[in-house]
């Protein structure tokens, strides 16, 4: 058996090799080479025991432990990659993960939706009985009466205890802006977003309203990897409600 384990992973390193060899001979299409090669890292790993890794890649690679990681972060990432292929093309792969930390890089893709991960809007919906999802789609909206990018969720009405998962880009701070001015007039709003400490919106909600940091660990989205920045619920309650408080929650993600 372990001869058969060997024989394996000596063939994977050899793929491994191969596209790493290609990834250099063919800069258009470095990045589905970067991915493949973390296939096939990825698959070699899962098969050797615990301690095994370092020593393998020693033997086996043309290339270092470091490229050896970026590839497999590669594969990880290949749906975010593939649906963002215009913005990383030209990207180095040493800078490939300071790049995929960024949340701007999330949700603001026009070919990706992002959507919340069910079981986490379930436990939610549990504890507040969510009535309108403000930012949706309507093949992922999470309640029956939603917004979507046709009917402009910025300009409605949001009243009762609405649910938001906004998008990640700049245009973020208009969402966390309306969800501030209509939890002013009255609504309860629960948002997740991206644990950007240093952004003027995070940190007014910092100081004025319940925020639970989520971990350990990170949240892992609906049809896609996890995402390689923390996440938070920000809960913004009408002026007669609030509470500020920030808490540490610890939740681990479920599968649907």
Known sequence: MEEIVKATNSALAKEA???????????VNAWEHYIAAGGALTAAKGKMKHGKWLTWVDDNLEFEHATASRYVVAYKNREVIRANF???RNLAL???EKFLADPAFYQSSAETVWSTPLWLYN???????FETDVCATPENAKCKRFFTKETDGLSQDWDGICWMNPPYGREITNWMRK??????????IVCLVPGAYETEWFWSSLKEDE???IGPGRVKWT???SATFPSAVIILRPPKKRTNKIVSWEINNEKE
């Open 211 to 213: 925020v639970r940091l």
């Open 123 to 129: 436990l939610l919906d549990k504890e507040f009985g």
């Open 17 to 27: 090799n191969s596209h790493h060899r290609a990834a250099g001979d063919l800069a």
């Open 179 to 188: 969800a501030r001015d209509s939890a002013n007039e009255g609504a309860t």
């Open 86 to 88: 215009s913005r990383v």
């Open 94 to 96: 040493r800078d490939m």
């Open 223 to 225: 049809g896609m990897t």
